[in-house]
């Protein structure tokens, strides 16, 4: 992995956990409203519109979430030190979430796990 620009630290696993949770927290008040919907696959593809806007948006706008803000921990470009662009930080999200948008959309659309 390559090292960034000279003021860059590596978050650690706890910044990054404490984020995540954070994050959660955030978003859970959202996917309660969603899921007086009461249907599955609109709980999840609404719930992970909404969570793609929240992630995306944030990252590339402020470079950090705000349970990354919480952790004092911000996300850049590697090589150019700079807040990573939209499509940047949308294949970012998606990476990062696209284990989970499978295991969620399996038994949302009834296919056999």
Not at 52 to 72: D, F, H, N, P, Q
Request: with cysteine.
């Amino acid at each position: 992995m390559s090292e960034g620009p000279a003021e860059f630290h590596e978050p650690t696993f706890g910044q990054r956990l404490i984020a995540r949770l954070t994050d959660g927290m955030v978003l859970v008040p959202v996917a309660a409203l969603i899921a007086i919907a009461g249907r599955p696959v609109v709980l999840v593809v609404v719930g992970l519109i909404v969570a793609a806007i929240y992630e995306v948006g944030m990252v590339s706008t402020c470079g950090a979430t705000l349970g990354k803000r919480v952790c004092g921990t911000t996300i850049i470009d590697n090589p150019s030190g700079t807040l990573p662009p939209r499509s940047q930080a949308a294949i970012r999200w998606a990476a990062l979430a696209g284990p989970a948008v499978i295991a969620a959309l399996v038994p949302a659309f009834g296919l056999p796990a």
